[in-house]
Structures are given as C-alpha cells and as structure tokens.
T-cell receptor, first 112, second 113 residues
Framework: QKEVEQDPGPLSVPEGAIVSLNCTYS??????FMWYRQYSRKGPELLMY????GNKEDGRFTAQVDKSSKYISLFIRDSQPSDSATYLC????????????FGAGTTVTVRA | KAGVTQTPRYLIKTRGQQVTLSCSPI?????VSWYQQTPGQGLQFLFE???????NKGNFPGRFSGRQFSNSRSEMNVSTLELGDSALYLC????????????FGPGTRLTVL
C-alpha cells in the first residue's frame, strides 16, 4: 500500500462546476500538506500549503485537512478550462523536512 | 523574481552512459531537492541538499548522486544509465524559514535509448 493514495481519475467536469479532489494517507506523522498543479510537460506549481488540520481558502481554491481521518481535499469553485491539469497532493512530517511524499495525481479536464 | 531553472531541458542518452543535470534555485533559497517523475511511479524523492550537504536521501541506487555548490546551485549525476532511468527529473528549491513550501523548476526530460 502506498503512503499517499490519490485517485488518478480522469475527472471531467463542465465549466463552472466545483471540482473536488482528495487524498488519503497512512503516515500519521504528516503535518504539512500541499497541493500542486501540473500542466502537461511542465513542472508542478504550488497551489495551496496548509499545516495540520483545518481549512484554507485562496480565491477559488479551498484546501481542507482532516488529520483524524488522514484525509485531505482540494475544492476548485467556478472551474475554468484553464484549470485543466493534473493535481498532485504532497505531504511531509516535520518543519523544514523537504522530503515530500506525493500522491499519483488526478487528471482534471474542464469542458467549455 | 526568477523561478527555478534547470538545464538542459531535454536530453537523450544511451544505456551505460552517464549524465549530469543542473539546477539553479530561486535567489535566496538554500535548500534544493531532486525528484524523479515517471508515469508508473509518479513523483519520487531522490535527495535534498542544504549548505552543500546532503540532508536527506530517497530509495534510489548509488548510481544517482548529487552535490550542491556554495551559491546553492545543484547538480545531479546518474551513472551507468538504464532504460528505466527515462523520466522527468525535477528540481525544487526552498527558502528554509519555517515552512515546507517547495517551488519546482520545469524539469529535465531524460530519454535513455
């Protein structure tokens, strides 16, 4: 079993829909959680960064962390065709621990 | 502010050769990490350097090595290339000021024939 599980999709939604992405993990030591967006043939771009449990909102993006369930989510409101990409969750255990464990990535297509 | 830069962007090598990839972090960032991305295994951590010292290492064979220079630039080397080393190699840099944010470069796509 992988340390971080993420459904690879693909996920296809109409423009304007809410995109819901999630990851589960097994290592209870993880405290720092990130979401990256990766366009085809590009490097991952950091979207959201959260520490411990709770919610964080940034524009159309909302990240949620539930450490008790070992479950994290990313919601994209009012999705646009430009949101079509692969979304990767990543996590690490300690402050200044740069060994990130990644999910497999979910490929999202937003249809115009 | 310039982002993380990686050179070369594309590389084709044959089995048995060796290769060196280069990474320049964001100005002021002192930590550099390397990852391998393949369709089958996803993103896997190779190693991390800080102040010219390797602080952390993933589960890769000794054919994969790296180093960091005093200006924080980093190189990774793969010796005796195998077909399975074909991948996108990503470099990420971090400021090291109390959070774990990492910023990735565009990657070097290595093809081993």
């Amino acid at each position: 079993q992988k340390e971080v599980e993420q459904d690879p999709g693909p996920l296809s939604v109409p423009e304007g829909a809410i995109v819901s992405l999630n990851c589960t993990y097994s290592n209870s030591a993880f405290q720092y959680f990130m979401w990256y967006r990766q366009y085809s043939r590009k490097g991952p771009e950091l979207l959201m960064y959260t520490y411990s449990s709770g919610n964080k909102e940034d524009g159309r993006f909302t990240a949620q962390v539930d450490k008790s369930s070992k479950y994290i989510s990313l919601f994209i409101r009012d999705s646009q065709p430009s949101d079509s990409a692969t979304y990767l969750c990543a996590m690490s255990a300690a402050l200044n621990d740069y060994k990130l464990s990644f999910g497999a990535g979910t490929t999202v297509t937003v249809r115009a | 502010k310039a982002g993380v830069t990686q050179t070369p962007r594309y590389l084709i090598k044959t089995r048995g050769q060796q290769v060196t990839l280069s990474c320049s972090p964001i100005s002021g960032h002192r930590s550099v990490s390397w990852y391998q991305q393949t369709p089958g295994q996803g993103l896997q951590f190779l190693f991390e350097y800080f102040s010219e010292t390797q602080r952390n290492k993933g589960n890769f064979p000794g054919r994969f090595s790296g180093r960091q220079f005093s200006n924080s630039r980093s190189e990774m080397n793969v010796s005796t290339l195998e077909l399975g080393d074909s991948a996108l190699y990503l470099c990420a840099s971090s400021l090291v000021t109390g959070n774990n944010e990492q910023f990735f470069g565009p990657g070097t796509r290595l093809t081993v024939l």
